[in-house]
Nanobody
Framework: QVQLVESGGGLVQAGGSLRLSCAAS????????MAWFRRAPGKEREFVAA????????YAEDSVKGRFTISRVNAKNTVYLQMNSLKPEDTAVYYC???????????????WGQGTQVTVSS
């Protein structure tokens, strides 16, 4: 069982930056692929970025490549999402998720956080 708690969301102007954190409980954090998803108002949950257990492999959705960076520190049971050059269309609730296999598909993830709101003003 893995419990996930996100933090770091907030209101920022377009072009600004935020860093989201996701703290995981449990002794097996380093076994899990970690991912960030987001859900904008009126839209389905979509993949943002993922990182494998070691941090050696990462994936990002095309619209955030070059702006968002996913990373993890296994010793701290924490995964991060550094978001730069934010745009109004990045406004969404951001969720972290954990699973043993790396995937871009939300239904493949067994564990989810409660989400943190990111709002980007124009």
């Amino acid at each position: 069982q893995v419990q996930l708690v996100e933090s770091g969301g907030g209101l920022v102007q377009a072009g600004g930056s935020l860093r989201l954190s996701c703290a995981a409980s449990g002794p097996t954090f380093s076994r899990y692929t970690m991912a960030w998803f987001r859900r904008a108002p009126g839209k389905e949950r979509e993949f943002v970025a993922a990182i494998n257990w070691s941090g050696g492999t990462t994936y990002a959705e095309d619209s955030v490549k070059g702006r968002f960076t996913i990373s993890r520190v296994n010793a701290k049971n924490t995964v991060y999402l550094q978001m730069n050059s934010l745009k109004p269309e990045d406004t969404a609730v951001y969720y972290c998720a954990a699973d043993l296999l790396l995937s871009r598909v939300p239904r493949n993830y067994d564990y989810w956080g409660q989400g943190t709101q990111v709002t980007v003003s124009s």
